[in-house]
């Protein structure tokens, strides 16, 4: 119990004292693991919490939009995982096969995912709000053998599931009285028989554990493989960032189908014993307030878009609550500008602390540390036991002088980063120059330490927090009848940073039209996801090529943020 | 019920609400808070009601908060149709 309460030493330490000497043994040592042992991040983030005196405390807060309310204690996160377990086990489900999380922010998703990893079996989350192809490509990528799901989203699994053969089971946890079709199976958490014991399966440090899907520049999106391992840094860097505390009230905003979800929407808090809140609700300023001051949240993990969505409602709204009980807030999924820090500080009288990373990193690697000064708009400084840098473009050597701009890059060895993309040994190769792990982002670094985000180094576009790939964006704008080529590149926007935007040239006998364009927005919003579709089409005659006939994004995508297009040469004329 | 509430519903049932999503959709439903239209899928409704109603929403108006239900987008359509007459 007494490594549960050692915050505010923590806390009170300078950035050097905690980098002294940084070890993730002190990680090991609290989660009580020695190296060599099991670990299962199910059992850490439920059982041993009961162990240590936790039971009856609670885990899970639960609202929905509707205001219905559920709460869980992390015994019944035990019991419930373990129900979870057996019944995926009953299926016949063996450890290291993919079981997909499809479902809104509902109880069975968190708890799910605790119960999938018990048996050993990897978690695959998926976002709900994915099209039947994007849902499609990630489940024929991951071989998946079962899915869990909604009635409301089961219909997009029925539309896939003939060019699914390896996918069994399809679970349903609020099928009710509807009927099901062939493969399909309910499953209601709460009414099924609990299961005090469950054998959780025996994985080490590098079993396979979670596969998040995340977007190239190239290529289909590629499947991020953690391993329970990633715990250590999940959990310390959880407490020592977020600065989570024996009695806060934390509320982590992001969805489990994407990494800040799990990485800190269940592992990191509930390995620490933290009690969360999740309000499965779309987003309403006067809510999300109600929302902190009814459960006097006390630490906030948000993401910029957010807090600018906040920030065009205004603060009068602010001022209509308490939000006293705020203590810390953080901040991930792009750079937070420096307006909305200081639009925090107005508003809650505190800064909102940036914090870096991705979905291979597995944990924050670069960040502002609760007692550190922020600089508005800086990203932070390295976590301690993350060796950073940023990097030449051309050698790959780190730059040393400050506020010279390069590629961030981190020395592999840490215990959440990815040991791999799925069936992509290329690709994950690919990530690695010179002995760094290239993030794909690029910065400086300010004579302090402090780092400065510039930018993607790639064509990803990066829209409110989540990465977008062209690719794939693309694919699916050619499947429109009407269109002939396409481009997608990113655009710049007040709320999103960017959003998509779709250069379209159509096939002969096609005009354009206002219905047209509103037509192709919403055929990529369902095939693929809302985050994808275009929020701009521009219909050109013709594309730049290279002369072997390649679509140059970066001529568009410098013309929309009135960049310096550079070197022509190999454009084709047209 | 009028003719754009009608229109705007309309196309909310068709384009927002996924296959086998039996909810009704009143003028008070909450879109956005409810988890039915995003706020990235409000741009193609914002769009929509640009073209079929010929009015523009000013950016800073279009925000989660007034596009949460039918009602309210209908205000909103209501107000900028009155600020910038239709002109034939």
């Known amino acids: 119990m007494s490594n549960l309460t050692c915050c505010e030493e923590i806390a009170a330490k300078s950035y050097e004292e905690l980098t002294a000497d940084f070890d993730w043994s002190i990680a090991e040592r609290e989660l009580g693991y020695k190296p060599g042992d099991p670990i299962n991040i199910g059992w850490m983030c439920s059982d041993r919490i009961c162990h240590l005196g936790m039971a009856d405390k609670v ?118 009285d509807s009927a099901l079709q062939q493969r399909e199976v309910p499953f209601h958490m709460e009414r099924a028989q609990r299961v005090e014991d469950f054998a959780v399966y025996p994985t080490v440090a590098e079993s396979p554990s979670v596969l998040h899907y995340t977007s190239g520049t190239t290529g289909q999106p590629k499947g991020a493989q953690h391993v329970h391992y990633s715990i250590v840094s999940q959990y310390l860097t959880a407490k020592w960032v977020l600065d989570l505390q024996p009695d806060d009230i934390y509320w982590c905003n992001a969805d489990p189908g994407w990494v800040t979800g799990t990485s800190y929407g269940i592992i990191g808090p509930w390995a620490n014993g933290t009690t969360q809140v999740v309000l499965d609700s779309g987003f309403n300023a006067e809510r999300w307030y109600e929302f902190i001051e009814k459960h006097r949240i006390t630490v906030w993990y948000s993401a910029p878009t957010a807090i600018r969505l906040l920030m065009k409602e205004g603060t009068e709204v602010v001022r209509r609550h308490d939000h006293s009980s705020l203590r810390h807030l953080a901040s991930v999924g792009e750079p937070l500008n420096a307006e ?62 400050p506020g010279i701009a390069g590629l961030i890059a981190l020395h592999p060895g840490w215990p959440s980063q990815i040991r791999g993309y799925w069936n992509n040994e290329a690709g994950y190769k690919a990530k690695f120059k010179n002995g760094w792990y290239l993030c794909g982002d690029r910065a400086s670094i300010d004579a302090d330490g402090y780092y400065w985000f510039m930018g993607r180094d790639d064509d990803v576009i990066n829209t409110g927090g989540h990465l977008v790939g062209p690719f794939e964006i693309e694919s699916a704008l050619l499947e429109h009848p009407a269109v002939y080529e396409s481009a997608a590149v990113a655009k710049p926007d007040p709320v999103n940073m960017e959003v998509v935007k779709a250069f379209v040239t159509l096939k002969r006998g096609y005009q354009v039209t206002d219905d047209l364009e509103l037509e192709i ?54 | 019920m009028d003719e754009i509430t009608k229109l705007v519903r309309d196309y909310v049932i068709r384009e927002y609400l996924e296959e086998g999503d039996d909810r009704e959709i009143t003028e008070t439903t909450p879109l956005i808070s409810g988890g039915i239209v995003d706020s990235f899928s409000m741009v193609s409704l914002k769009r929509f009601l640009e073209k079929k109603c010929n009015v523009q929403i000013p950016d800073a108006c279009a925000t989660p908060d007034a596009f949460d239900t039918v009602q309210g987008i209908v205000a909103l359509v209501h107000r900028f149709q009155k600020a910038q007459p239709v002109t034939v």
């Open chain 1, 521 to 574: 927005m919403n055929h990529i919003r369902k095939r693929l996801s809302p985050l994808a579709m275009p929020q701009e089409i521009e219909f050109v005659d013709s594309l730049p090529k290279t002369r072997s006939g390649k679509i140059v994004r970066r001529v568009l995508r410098c013309k929309e943020f009135n960049e310096p297009v550079g070197d022509l040469s190999t454009i084709m004329d047209d």
């Open chain 1, 59 to 176: 885990a899970l807060y639960w609202e929905d939009y509707q205001g219905n309310r559920q709460q869980f204690t992390f015994d019944d996160l035990r019991v419930l995982s373990n129900t979870v377990a057996q019944f995926v086990c009953d299926l016949g489900i063996k450890p290291g096969e993919r079981v997909c999380l499809f479902m809104d922010r509902v109880p069975e998703l968190y708890i799910g995912f605790l119960g999938i990893l018990k048996t050993g079996a990897v978690a695959q989350p998926l976002f709900s709000a994915f099209g039947d192809e994007s849902l499609l490509v990630r489940l024929q990528n991951a071989n998946t053998s079962a899915i869990i799901t909604q009635k409301k989203h089961v219909h997009k699994v029925r539309k896939i599931r003939e060019q699914l053969p390896n996918l069994r089971h399809i679970i349903v946890v609020d099928a009710g």
């Open chain 1, 340 to 401: 909305a820090v200081l639009w925090s500080q107005e508003a809650f009288g505190k800064p909102f602390h940036d914090t870096f990373w991705q979905t291979e990193t597995g944990c924050i690697v670069i960040t502002n540390f609760p007692g550190m000064p922020v600089k508005p708009g800086s990203m932070g400084k390295p976590f301690p036991g993350i060796t950073a840098a940023v990097l030449n473009t051309k050698t790959y050597e780190p730059i040393t002088e």
